[in-house]
Every structure is written in C-alpha cells, then in structure tokens.
C-alpha cells in the first residue's frame, strides 16, 4: 500500500487560510492523490482529489507538486466546521479502489 | 435521501452472539465496502464488492462474512462475537469505472461487545 506521510494536527483561526501538507514519496504515476475528512461522529467524508494538476472545488483546493512526491490541501477560510480529521490518500484502481487511512491531520480550529 | 444507510446505528451485544449491520446504497454504484474503525480511530478496509462479486478481502477472521444480495445492498454478518470486535464499522460505495472514484460513506454502526 502506497504509503503518505502528515502531521499529527495543525491549529488555524476561523476566517484564515489553512495549509494541510502530505507527503507521497513513493506515489506511482497512475496513483491519484485523494482527501477525505472525518468530522467528529460521522463518517469520512470526501473532500478532494488530483493526479498531476492543481484542482479547486466549492469545499478546497489541491495544490500538487510538480514532481507529485507532496501535495497540500487548502482550506480558503477555516470555520469551525472544519474541525476534522484529515486523511490524504493515494488511490489505485487496481486494488480495488480501496482507501487505505493513516492517521490523518487533526484539525482544530480556534474562533 | 441519504446515499449509504447502516443499520443499526448502535449495537450493544455480549460475548458469543451472532449480529448483522446492514448496509443499502442508492447512488446506482457499482462497488461497496466495509471499514473498521477501532478505539484508536484507525480505519482499515475489511472487504469490498464489485456487482455483487468479492474482490477484497484482507486479513479478517472467518466469523467475518459479508453478502451482497445485489448491488445496493452488502450486509456484514459476524458470528461469535468477541470483545475485540468492538469498534465502528463503516460501509461505502463508490463506483469503480468512474477515474475519480471518490468514496460515499455511511454514517457507522458502533458495535460494543460486552
């Protein structure tokens, strides 16, 4: 399993910017880059997702490195329903489309 | 509508029991799956179902069984319940033809076993 590096949590302001990183060293070139966050008592729930390009959409944008070995997810102005945990994921087909979880970026958000 | 219903929610069970979480998609996709969530808040995939034909199955006991009557449908029956077995248990779809594939989760079924 293609394996991806973040940090344990990360603190922002509402109404700021958040930048979460994620580290792929060993990202494959048909593996596409995926987010998903998991608010507290729910199910995970899918934010994001790239495979080279930078992608924006109404809940993010994904910024991807150009040599794919990182990317970042960025929150335009945190609120406190972004309370989340986190998950960056590499998804490849061949298996099955299944996500493989670590242990995401806890997220805190201060009002 | 909700996309992927479990039920039940909860379920409180003892030692030996045998239980099912049911699991009903109504996105039209193609492939289902189970994840477990455990104490620490890990999720691991248990087993996916691609038109009602297994096509994951990682390292889980054998009191493990998932059915899949038809496509929108993959239930989790667990025979012999242990106290181990405590945890969330999740179940998604997503169809798998789709390049992008993102995954629609239910809302979790917290099984204890006392």
């Known amino acids: 399993d293609a394996k991806t590096t973040q940090p344990n949590s990360m603190e922002s302001n509402e109404e700021e910017p958040v930048h979460l990183p994620c580290n792929h060293s060993?990202?494959?070139?048909?593996?596409?880059i995926h987010w998903y966050r998991q608010l507290p008592s729910q199910g995970p729930e899918y934010v994001i997702h790239?495979?080279?390009s930078n992608v924006n959409n109404r809940m993010a944008s994904l910024a991807i490195a150009e040599d794919r070995k990182s990317s970042t997810l960025i929150l335009h102005r945190a609120t406190l329903r972004d309370a989340a945990v986190y998950y960056c994921?590499?998804?490849?087909?061949?298996?099955?489309?299944?996500?493989?979880f670590g242990a995401g970026t806890i997220l805190r958000v201060k009002s | 509508d909700t996309a992927v219903s479990q039920t039940p929610k909860y379920l409180v069970t003892q030692m030996g029991n045998d239980k099912s979480i049911k699991c009903e998609q109504n996105l039209g996709h193609d492939t289902m799956y189970w994840y477990k969530q455990d104490s620490k808040k890990f999720l691991k995939i248990m087993f996916s179902y691609n038109n009602k034909e297994l096509i994951i199955n990682e390292t889980v006991p054998n009191r493990f069984s998932p059915k899949s009557p038809d496509k929108a449908h993959l239930n989790l029956h667990i025979n012999s319940l242990e106290l181990g077995d405590s945890a969330v248990y999740f179940c998604?779809?997503?169809?798998?033809?789709?390049?992008?594939?993102?995954?629609?989760f239910g809302q979790g079924t917290r099984l204890t076993v006392v």
């Open positions: 994921i590499l998804l490849r087909r061949e298996y099955g489309n299944k996500l493989v």
């Open positions: 060993t990202i494959s070139g048909t593996d596409y």
């Open positions: 998604a779809s997503s169809q798998l033809t789709k390049r992008n594939a993102e995954a629609f």
């Open positions: 790239g495979l080279t």
